[in-house]
């Protein structure tokens, strides 16, 4: 099975992009990293205490991710969509399997970080580049809309998410397993980065 990982900050397109290349090439899935942060009192307390809670790893539950992923990587089948909830803090899962997956795509701000944990498995990894003000409205949108977030809080929230994510995304943080490394810094056509993933 092909693995492509796609990274950026939040607001960068890693969404937008990976659900281009499913639409161009029908046999993949995406797992999405902002699907699987830790829910019940951990995502409800922590945030009060910890700046930046949801941009940090320790939001991310691992151990949930790394169940399904190595699900799909093994048997080329998923069996269930996850979706959080960001304002109930809460993880839906719905039933929808999907058959005969050649390539699993991992985007989010944690699929650096999860793709250095990987041992012995060839990858291809997507950097996203986009301008810090492009990726600022993109974001406040989103949050205002799908999180509930007063304009203001969503402004300081990402700017603090810009700043831990370039703190420990350093440029050579990628281990050698990649064979592939790309880096967009602007709008690229989806036909020519799928005849880089896939030729």
């Known amino acids: 099975m092909n693995l492509i990982f796609i990274s950026g900050p939040s607001g960068s397109g890693k969404t937008t992009l990976s659900n281009q290349i499913i639409k161009k090439n029908k046999n993949g899935i ?65 039933l929808n399997e999907t058959n005969d997956i050649s390539f699993l795509i991992v985007e989010g701000i944690f699929a650096k970080e999860f793709s250095n944990t990987l041992n012995n498995k060839d990858y291809i990894f997507i950097e996203l580049k986009t301008k810090k003000n492009e990726c600022m409205k993109r ?47 602007k709008k690229t056509d989806v036909d020519h980065i799928l005849k880089k993933l896939f030729n």
């Open 30 to 94: 995406v797992l999405s990293t902002d699907n699987y942060y830790k829910t019940g009192l951990i995502s409800k307390l922590l945030p009060k205490f910890i700046e930046g809670f949801f941009d940090r790893s320790i939001s991310f539950n691992k151990k949930l991710f790394q169940k399904d992923f190595d699900f799909i990587y093994k048997n080329g089948v998923s069996i269930c969509d996850r979706y959080y909830n960001f304002e109930k803090k809460t993880i839906q899962n719905i």
């Open 139 to 185: 974001v406040v949108q989103r949050d205002i809309k799908e999180r509930g977030k007063e304009k203001k809080q969503a402004e300081n929230d990402f700017l603090k998410s810009w700043s831990i994510y370039y703190e420990k995304s350093e440029p050579n943080s990628i281990k050698n397993n990649t064979d592939k490394f790309i880096i967009i810094e």
